[in-house]
């Protein structure tokens, strides 16, 4: 074994590990504020006792005033009203919520390729791989981009395991290696080999934020 490996030593946990604090950007200044909130489990995910403080302004958001304001999914699915095919199915993704939650939507059937309308429900868009709270939905404070690819974190403990994992080069299934696991979802451009430099720069660099 070559002795300049470095071995992954931490277990692989799931995001849950790291939602108790997140650093965000504050929607009124756009400067450094903390989310907080908990929540038993990472699915379902249910949180409670959530909070924003900016650390720059005068910004405040408690649990009662809380509203979404990031990604939501739409989804629904019906037999075609033309020609009976099974089924017809709608997935709309938005980046944050449109002004009006529309309940139904034409979908091309695609036996016969006439529209038919599907009812469809709304959800918030929370593990989506995309760089938001799952508290509130607001877009988080440790942001950079690699090649159009974006790089983030929670807060510095999060960029901090990103950061060792990135960093090693025998990377053994541990405890809690699930498919929820953060290292398991990390994109594959991250894992390669060729990017790690460039990539753990990058993370030094949000670390020093």
């Known amino acids: 074994m070559n002795n300049k490996s470095k071995k992954f030593s931490n277990s692989w946990c799931t995001t849950h590990h790291f939602t108790k604090q997140i650093d965000i950007q504050c929607p009124q200044c756009l400067g450094h504020a903390i989310s907080t909130g908990k929540s038993e489990y990472l699915l379902p995910w249910m949180p409670e006792n959530t909070k924003v403080i900016c650390t720059e302004c005068s910004y405040t958001k408690s649990e009662g005033d809380f509203k979404w304001s990031g990604p939501v999914v739409a989804h629904g699915r019906r037999p075609c009203g033309h020609c009976g095919h099974k089924w017809v199915g709608a997935l709309i993704f938005k980046n944050k919520p449109p002004k009006i939650f529309f309940d139904k939507t034409q979908v091309s059937c695609p036996k016969c390729l006439e529209n038919t309308n599907v009812n469809v429900k709304w959800r918030i868009d929370i593990f989506n791989g995309r760089p938001v709270d799952p508290y509130c939905g607001e877009r988080l404070w440790y942001i950079d981009n690699y ?3 974006e790089i983030w974190g929670y807060n ?7 950061k060792e994992f990135i960093s090693s080069s025998l990377r053994e299934r ?3 290696a699930g498919k929820y696991s953060v290292a398991s979802n990390l994109p594959k451009w991250m894992k390669l080999k060729k990017n790690r430099h460039d990539i753990v720069k990058i993370i030094d660099s949000l670390m020093k934020k």
């Open 147 to 149: 090649k159009n690819n």
């Open 156 to 162: 510095l403990d999060h960029l901090s395991y990103i």
């Open 174 to 176: 541990g405890e809690g």
